[in-house]
């Protein structure tokens, strides 16, 4: 486990106790508005059924962690709502905008939706500065100084403005992962999605990427984060999700989830994870 | 808590479009209208030109006869080729004296053919045959005069015979001077380094023409008048000053690869330089610069064709000069799509087993 | 065995001249100084006993050394020049007449085989199976035969089928094809077509301007010019035709016409250098096309997923994030291959085109006999070429690494 569970636990003004067993039916979510509405997804490798019937709503300022052994789909899962994967059953709406094979309505998509992945994938050939300003620039068409000055505010909120001018290769994995986490806050995202955002990196490195994303979560930003760091799923999650199989094995409050996961695979998988 | 037992979903079929021949077609031949356009106007010009080629080359094709005037005016006249494949292939060798040249093909496809396979036994003393002895063998094979063997002049050798033997000997010559030049190169005497530099970086700025006309015609006079060489011999003397600065760079590409502590390792162990490069280094290094040496070779292959310049009969030259015979006149598309073919089917072969190499190399 | 210390008391002058040469050869700083300096006296002796060599048989085949030689008159024609030649110049200007055609042929091939080349590698990668597989197939032919056979394929097999000038093919009444080459037209610059000429490239260079103004206008503020491409179309159409009604200019092209057996006039390329052309450009394209290939596909997957995550186009994916770094992996090979094209071009002789190794280390040699000079200028002459252009390179290289890290 990361060292993270030995922080004071943060002020989690957004918690309430009451909600949780509401959030767990797919179906009523309907009363309050969707941001991410995923019914009847199924994805395919080939002959490999990787996402079986996925339903899932997701409200503005939720933040939503899942976690399952490798394999089990939750990467594809979250790269299929900004449409980096294709899905040939069900269908995914995201803020209103149905995903389509349109290219348009994938670039809305895309517009409204950050990614941070788990090899960081900034652009070598690019300055921080450059990578960060890099679409507000040619997809929100703003001018360079703007742009420049909204980045560099996002540069100082994941406290690295003094790196501004270097190049990625000059900087280590945590400070990357930052830069990473605020291009695509530079975009305004409705929601950020985490790909393992943690798993590349050094564990001494981990808490600063850490704190930067419990920052966001505290600010009310749309979260769904695949990660192994159960700490932080304590912390911020308002739910977990459980996947195995390519299917969604429980959701739950991040409490009711880890004291008394109902199935015997969440068991397990929570012992292999809580224990070393 | 609500016992709550998770029934699994099982696994489906992926539906019908998403998987089989039409979903595979749709997504790798029509993706989008562009994608369709470019699968249509391919499909069209293949069926546009496929068939009849097929009809020129097989269907309406003579493969036998004694003059152009046997062949069929439409089909392809491969009688030119069965006619003379005794030439191609030895060039003018006396014919009662071929079996030499037939032991000489054998020799290269047995070793080739333990060297390649993963079961066959004593790979080491094979592959020090190949590199050693084989040239030398190889050479008084064929040139003779000796052990009651007829003498046969360089100058009648030709054909795929000499493309091959120019090559190899090229290629297997060259490699210790490639291997001295690498070292050389990357010494740490700067007198040394220099010239070892020197040397590669002049005969890799020039092109082999040059140099096959400098052994042709210049070589003759760098050494004492009593001293000739013949023919083949300035060539083959050319081919490898020009393909150890060649090999010298595969070479040196491995020796960067290899690790620096390798190096302190032996230092630290009390070897000396050539003790350390020969029993740590270079063995590991040369594991790493055989795809690069057989990429080298294939060059070299392509390039002992232009040995016609200065008037040796290789594969290529041979056919070029059968096609100017009086009985023979038109039929240079198939002379030439024959070389090719040859030539094709040996480069083609050693590129995809340099790359097999590779592949295993990365694992 | 005797004992080494009883030795030295009984002979004392030579074991410590051999103990000195011993600790000599084994003084780390000593030893390297002496083998360089025996390497040096072998290269020195081997250059002395050529250079010894050479004078001899020289002086006995009555050859004299220098070079002298080029101011004399030449007395050969050559098929193509692009300066003023004939049998009356000098040996000197046969020199500079192989090097301009060796230039032009290696220009023009370079210029074909990147552009053949880029597409070849990007339909290599294409997602489109039958135009990946038949890119690949184009690859795989052409690179694994000898560049000179397909040198004689295109100038004996097919430029030597075609018809006869009578029956040249022909395109319209200008362009004409047939064994002796291909014609074209040759616009001839009159009173008037030189403003229309010049206004041409002003109205592109104009165009161009607004197009990096308005770029730039975009990045900086956010806001482009409306209508800005109307603009451009604008220019490029208008400032030449205009000037063209205001100078009253007429186009006069001097075509190519059947006069005795062959055609006069216009431009011709003769068919030893399309031949040449042909066979080095689709050569030479299969390499580039694997270079490009191997360049684009250095590029991480995860960059072009994480420049469309953040919403940008393909068309914007593919300038601002893949191409840039696919370059700096192309660059370095790509110049290797220019290097072996130029090096290649020298093939020319085979088929008798008229570049610095056919005119000058053929027909120039062979007339003069000055073997040593004669080779030695070809080589330079590439030397120059190909150290240049490494240089150049290892500047290039330089800076890349400085930036990346």
């Excluded at chain 3, 994030?321 to 130029?342: D, E, H, R, S």
């Amino acid at each position: 486990m990361s060292d993270y569970l030995d922080e004071p636990r943060l002020q989690k003004p957004l918690k309430k106790d009451g909600q949780p067993e509401v959030t767990i039916q797919r179906e009523s979510a309907t009363e309050q508005a969707s941001l991410i509405e995923i019914s009847g997804l199924n994805k395919w490798y080939g002959q490999f059924h990787v996402l079986r019937d996925i339903n899932l709503n997701v409200k503005k300022g939720e933040k939503i962690v899942i976690c399952g052994p490798s394999g089990s789909g939750k990467s594809t899962l979250i790269r299929c709502i900004n449409c980096l994967e294709e899905h040939q059953e069900g269908s995914i709406v995201v803020d209103g905008t149905r995903l389509t094979n349109d290219l348009k309505n994938i670039e809305t998509i895309r517009r409204e939706v950050g990614m941070v992945f788990q090899q960081f994938n900034l652009f070598p050939h690019l300055t921080i500065l450059e990578n960060c300003t890099l679409a507000p620039i040619w997809v929100r068409k703003q001018s360079r100084k703007e742009a420049e000055k909204v980045a560099m505010e996002y540069l100082e909120r994941v406290r690295i403005p003094d790196q501004a001018n270097k190049y990625p290769g000059q900087l280590s994995g945590g400070q990357q992962q930052r830069v990473a986490i605020a291009r695509s806050l530079c975009m305004n995202p409705e929601v950020m999605l985490f790909d393992e955002p943690t798993s590349a990196l050094d564990p001494e490195m981990i808490k600063e990427v850490l704190d930067v994303m419990i920052e966001l979560a505290q600010e009310g930003m749309t979260m769904l984060c695949v990660t192994h760091e159960m700490g932080f799923a304590r912390t911020v999650a308002d739910r977990v999700i459980f996947m195995d199989e390519g299917q969604i094995i429980e959701q739950a409050p991040p409490e009711a989830f880890f004291s008394h996961p109902r199935s015997e695979r969440t068991r397990k998988f929570l012992g292999q994870v809580l224990n070393h | 808590m609500i016992s709550h037992d998770i029934t699994m979903i099982p696994a489906r079929e992926p539906p019908a479009r998403a998987v089989g021949v039409m979903a595979w077609v749709r997504n790798n031949l029509f993706a989008n209208p562009l994608s369709a356009l470019a699968t249509l106007l391919i499909a069209y010009s293949l069926y546009l030109f496929v068939p009849p080629l097929v009809q020129w080359a097989f269907m309406d094709a003579t493969w036998f006869g004694e003059s152009s005037s046997d062949c069929s005016s439409d089909g392809a006249c491969w009688a030119f080729i069965t006619a003379r494949l005794d030439q191609f292939i030895y060039g003018f060798y006396p014919e009662e004296q071929q079996w030499r040249a037939d032991l000489f093909f054998a020799q290269l496809a047995i070793l080739i053919a333990w060297l390649s396979f993963k079961v066959t036994p004593g790979k080491k003393w094979v592959l020090g045959y190949s590199l050693i002895l084989m040239p030398v063998v190889s050479w008084f094979l064929l040139y003779g005069d000796l052990l009651g063997l007829e003498k046969v002049e360089t100058h009648q050798w030709g054909g795929l015979m000499l493309t091959l033997l120019l090559a190899l000997c090229g290629m297997i010559a060259s490699l210790p001077f490639g291997v001295l030049l690498a070292l050389g190169r990357r010494s740490n005497m700067p007198v040394i380094r220099s010239l070892c530099t020197a040397y590669i970086e002049l005969w890799r700025g020039v092109p082999l023409i040059t140099v096959l006309f400098m052994a042709s015609v210049m070589l003759p006079l760098f050494v004492p008048e009593e001293v000739v060489f013949d023919k083949l011999l300035r060539a083959l003397i050319g081919i490898i000053l020009f393909q150890a600065a060649y090999m010298a760079e595969v070479v040196r590409g491995g020796l960067q690869a290899i690790p620096k502590g390798q190096f302190e390792a032996f230092n630290s162990l009390g070897l000396s330089y050539w003790q350390g490069m020969i029993m740590i280094i270079l063995p590991q290094a040369m594991r790493l610069v055989i795809p690069g040496v057989v990429n080298t070779f294939i060059a070299l292959f392509k390039d002992t064709s232009l040995v016609l310049v200065i008037g040796l009969f290789d594969l290529l030259a041979i056919i070029q000069a059968g096609l100017n015979d009086p009985a023979w006149l038109g039929n240079s598309v198939e002379g030439y799509l024959f070389a090719g073919l040859v030539f094709w089917v040996f480069c083609f072969g050693m590129s995809k087993y340099s790359q097999r190499l590779e592949q295993q190399l990365h694992r | 065995m005797s004992d080494p210390e009883h030795v030295s008391h009984k002979k004392n002058a030579t074991p410590s001249l051999v103990k000195e040469a011993l600790r000599l050869w084994r003084d780390a700083s000593f030893r390297p100084l002496f083998m360089q300096g025996v390497v040096v006296l072998v290269v020195v002796m081997l250059g002395v006993w050529v250079i010894n060599n050479t004078m001899n048989n020289l002086e006995h085949r009555g050859i004299s050394t220098g070079f002298d030689f080029l101011s004399q008159e030449a007395g050969f024609g050559i098929i193509q020049s692009l300066v003023e030649y004939d049998e009356s110049h000098s040996y000197g200007r046969t020199f500079v007449v192989g090097i301009l055609n060796t230039l032009l042929v290696s220009g023009l091939g370079i210029f074909f085989a990147t552009i053949l080349g880029f597409l070849i590698g990007v339909a290599r990668l294409s997602s489109n199976w039958l135009l990946a597989r038949m890119a690949s197939v184009f690859i795989e032919t052409f690179r694994n035969i000898p560049l000179l056979l397909q040198i004689f394929f295109w100038y004996f097999a097919v430029l030597a089928a075609l018809p006869h000038p009578r029956q040249s093919f022909a395109l319209g009444e200008s362009v004409f094809l047939n064994l002796r080459g291909l014609f074209l037209p040759k616009p001839i610059i009159e009173q008037g077509l030189l403003p229309v000429m010049v206004s041409c490239l002003v109205a592109i260079g104009l165009a161009l301007f607004l197009r990096s103004i308005n770029q730039k206008r975009r990045v900086e503020t956010g806001k482009s010019i409306s209508g800005a491409p109307w603009y451009m179309a604008a220019l490029l159409a208008g400032i030449p035709v205009l000037t063209w009604h205001l100078s009253g200019a007429s186009l006069v092209l001097d075509t190519p016409e059947l006069k005795g057996f062959n055609f006069r006039g216009g431009i011709s390329i003769i068919p030893e250098l399309g031949a040449l052309l042909l066979a080095l450009t689709i050569y030479t394209s299969a390499f580039i096309a694997e270079v490009v290939r191997a360049g684009i596909e250095s590029v991480q997957k995860g960059q072009k997923e994480a420049a469309a995550s953040l919403g940008l186009k393909p068309g914007k994916v593919l300038t601002l994030v893949v191409i840039p770094q696919a370059m700096k992996v192309i660059i370095p090979p790509l110049t290797n291959q220019y290097l072996n094209l130029a090096k290649n071009s020298s093939l020319a002789t085979a088929i008798g085109y008229p570049d610095l190794v056919s005119v000058f280390a053929g027909t120039t040699l062979n007339q003069t006999g000055q073997a040593v000079e004669v080779i030695a200028m070809t080589m330079a002459v590439y030397l120059t070429i190909s150290l240049s252009v490494s240089l150049l390179m290892n500047i290039y290289n330089k800076r890349v690494a400085l930036i990346e890290r």
